[in-house]
């Protein structure tokens, strides 16, 4: 029987128990749990009491480089006050993983759990604290360079349809629809 080859697995959170105790130094029990699928794929991580997201980036999406700036970001948001959730460096003070999967060399980062809970209706008293919490935000990178990508026109409109064409054919009708609109 012929093997395929793959373009996107979806990593077992049983065998991922072992991996994060080894790498970030658990001791004890901790439980895994796939979340959610997507352009990441997110496991939330029980260790005793602490809760954590182990997040993997689906091949080729972000570059080690980029995942570094985006932690790096979020260290800088995280110092200055701002309640967000941030990177947890392993036992050896390095922040990303690699792992050897099915379709190649992917990465994942664990992250420390934000408490909360999805609010529909926000009331006037969370508008304000988001954007208060914004503009802190833009405070604290007024003048920052990232070594990533900048979203411009051009990158979010055109550069997203190409990119989307790789997974999406022309001639659903979803795509359809975006290269219309």
């Keep these: 029987m012929q ?11 049983d065998a991922l128990i072992q991996f ?7 001791d004890g029990s901790i439980t895994c749990r796939l979340l959610k699928t997507g352009i990441n794929h997110s496991y939330l991580i029980n260790a005793g009491e602490q809760k954590f997201v182990f997040r993997i980036y689906s ?7 980029e995942i570094e700036e985006e932690i790096r970001l979020l260290a800088l948001l995280k ?14 003070g390095s922040y990303i ?10 990465y994942g980062v664990l992250f420390s759990f934000a408490e909360g809970e ?14 208060r919490t914004m503009a802190q935000m833009h405070q604290l990178t007024e003048g920052l360079s990232l070594k990533r990508i ?10 997203s349809l190409e990119q989307l064409q790789k997974f999406l054919p022309t001639d659903t009708d979803e795509m359809q629809w975006m290269l219309s609109t």
């Design 3 to 13: 093997v395929f080859p793959v373009i996107s697995s979806t990593i077992s959170a």
């Design 20 to 26: 994060v105790k080894d790498a970030y130094g658990f």
């Design 59 to 65: 091949l080729d999406w972000r570059s080690k480089a």
């Design 79 to 92: 110092d200055g006050g701002i309640p967000i959730s941030y990177a947890i460096p392993c036992t050896d």
């Design 97 to 106: 993983q690699a792992l050897n999967a099915p379709e190649g060399v992917r």
């Design 118 to 131: 999805k609010i529909l209706n926000l009331s006037a008293g969370v508008h304000y604290t988001i954007g």
């Design 150 to 159: 900048t979203y411009t026109a051009n990158v979010m409109l055109q550069q």
